[in-house]
């Protein structure tokens, strides 16, 4: 199908419209990356008679011959979160819709990030894949240099080392994949091969330290919180929405099927990576005075349960997973947005300066505590079934050490009630009247309420898409011990 | 075609170019004469980046190679020296004697290109020597007092760089190959019994080429030159004699790691490599100036390529080494645009602050080189450090599965770990250029203003140097583009020893 190689190149083309129509017509370049975006989705659409949607894996049409790095495909697996991909772009697209400062320069850094995305989720080459891994990161580093609040050029250089580190890490470990399954860079086929491989535990950890400091597991987090805390709305948007994904979508696409004995070995550890994930980040969001932080905090708890889900390796875990991720996705896009709205009116972040939101700004007062009850995991919106089934598959296959992963239950309510609390309720603070959300934010605010709710009630749209490549992946994986 | 006449047509136009250019100098016109060497490397370039990729590999004269690697890297060389000439337009064209420099810059890419053609012991002294006397006079020509010093100082240098070569020739020619050519000397090195006599002879040889290619730990010239010399003969020295030398230590490491002395030569220079490496991030790490940090720069750049030489596969190492070379000329040739934009710039890299605002152009195709250097795809620089890598890993594995050779499998798994970590520590110094670049404070912005130097700053999109820099960026681009849809052999493929 030509319409997965056409997914990298509109976006990656619309970049280049962009940069040089930014300097004909300051105006032009967020119509180009918005049609660019609308683009990607009819494309996507246009798969659904082919039955992407019931399960089939679609291969790219060009270039896949002559030693060709190019090829792509969508499965289960990816597909959701290449829709996530570009509702999270629509979004972030649409919110940066007032950038004045060289717009030109702004949307064709969020193209080229949205095009290296893509090719990160379809690629079915290795090589491709990492080409799409690397090619995040100068366009972040510069979304959150050049348009990020104060602090921007510790965080974005921050997070420019920390990335470019790992993804070296990661760089010997797509080198050593292919050699060691006779020169081959096609994903599909390495899997295929993994038995054979001579030194699966190194393959595997080099693909997973790398994809641990992008999901982040613990000690590798330290770049995330002042990454997304300093980046522009649309950078925390993405980069919180689909970035993280990355990491989670690489344990599950390569390091888990290239190196099944060995992730049999890690479970226990990436197990206690995904616990102490839970309960650190709620306990640090619970302590943070800053809004964004707070979130960002939260991020790192929640892709905790992913990491967990992953080491549980059922078939439901794994869809738990893809849930929580994809969940995660909306849950954090659009808390980013109202946080990135507020700030944008108020020039500060400080919880203490909030109050009485709630009667300032109706809708933000409205929109703000579904976002955080989405976060905190109410049944009935999507945090709940991803992080639900996750307690209870790895219950049962880790067994009272989940107990640790309930306290970070118990700490989300508590982190995101304190944020409700001090900033929709309570005495109005000093921001006495402020303007509400925009008809741009409010049918943002719709949008992302739209998926939490759809997910949250059946996530089984979800995970009938997924159901064919979950069942092969747990298989290949070895879950439930 | 025969190999002669291939010869003559790489060499040829580039001789009477520099030859026209000396003349039209003499007579002070200097256009004409910048203008002539110039069109004279670009047909010679042509021609050698033609021949690369049809020619079948033959020997002329029995000393020079043409076809394959021997004419791509010539051909490369002679582009990049025409592309420094272009883009120091204005100042070559500015000054007195403006048409000698440029001669110098021709006959220097000429001999550099003989360097890595060079088939026999005698002629790689011989281009060696002619190169280096070339680059001193390039060096001292920005006739400032430091510049002269460190003309000294490459000088020096240098000549103890000649002795270990003329030392390594009286062994290898007085007792094993008399008539010093590269055929017989691999029929030598592959006897099971070789003297150790020969291992120093190859070892000195090899001392003498790491020297050409700022190897630790004969390198300390090279920042100092790089700094002091003007930026657009900096653009050339950096990238071109580089490339040759680079070229020629690949070959010849081929050739004398092949006996039962291989792997006592390969650890010698493994270590050279990994030095390269360490001892060259960390400078680069400490530097503010930016020519002195892409000097520095180089000499690790400079280790990565003496991995792919290590590897034994000469194309990857000179792919590798031509990707550094295309985007070395551009980031000194932007030294120049930098300072025609802002003609108070004291070189440092604090004082780029704000070129991303008010110069567009200039400092996103920085940008793009930079990026290339450390690495990061989809750039063309990534490839060349992916197949060096990719090399090391391999063999380190093919070493300790197969050949069941430890040692040999841990000097190329610590030479791949050496060349990722000196890549990430790369991003910190060349990312420091961005940060001053694009990521101003706005502390520095309320500098900007009160800075009177900034009022005064030109317009950068008209001038040849900026002009040329985007051209290399977009070269590093598009280039980066093409092995993902043609294979990752595609751009090794006219490097590949004929």
Redesign the interface.
Known sequence: MLQLDLLIAVPALAAVACAIAGRVLPSFPKWIALLALLAQAALMFALAPVGLYSGARIEGAL?GA?????STSLDGLSTPLMLLTIFIGLAAVIVSWDVKDRPG?FFALLLALQAALTAVFIADNL??F??GW??V??PM??II??WGS?N??HA??KY??YS??AG??M??GV??A???SGGTARISEITAASAGM?TPSLVFWLFTIAFLVKIPAVPFHTWLPDAHTEAPTAGSIVLAGVLLKMGGYGLMRIAVPFAPSAFGQARIALMVLGLVGIVYGAAMALVQTDLKRLVAYSSVSHMGFVILAIAVATPDAMGAALVAMVSHGFVAGLLFLLVGSLYARTHTRELSRFGGLGRVMPIWGVAFPFGALASLGLPGLSGFPGEFATVLESFRAFGWWTAFGTIGLVLAAAYNLRAVRSSVQGPVGEFTSLPDLGVRETSLVVAFSVGIVALGIQPMLLLNVAEKALLSLSKVAGGGM | MSAVLLLSLQIGPALIGALFALAFDAFDRRATAVASAAIGLLISGGFGLWAGVTAAGATAFDVLRVGGAFSTVPGLIAILAAVALVGGWNEFVGRPGGGSSAALVGLAAVASAAVAQSFDLLMLIVALETAAAAGYALVADARTRRADESAVKYFVQGAIATGLLVMGLAVLVGGFVPSGSYGELAAVFEKPSMPLAALAGALLILAALAFKSSLVPFHSWAPDAYETARPEVAAFLAAGPKLGAMGAMALFMMLVASGPLADRIIVVMAVIAGLSVIVGSLGALRQRTYTRMLGYAGVAQAGYALIGALVLNPAVAVFFAATYAIATTGTFLAATAFRQVRPGWDGSIQGLTGMGRRHRVLAVSVTLLLVSLAGIPPLLGFWGKFQVFAGAITLSGQMFIVSGNALMGWTYALLAVAGIVGSVVSLTYYGSVLQALFLEDSLDLQKDDADESFDVEAHSGDSPATRVVALTALAVFVLGLVPLFLGASSLILPFTVR
């Not at chain 1, 002559?66 to 190019?70: E, L, P, R």
Request: proline share 0%.
């Open positions: 270039w002559f030693g060709s790095m190019w320069a090589v491709l990492y080409v690397e090619s990161l100068i580093y510069f240099g050049g104060s921007r050029r974005a250089t420019l080392l470019f580190a070296a890490i760089l010997f080198i050593l292919i050699a060691e001579s």
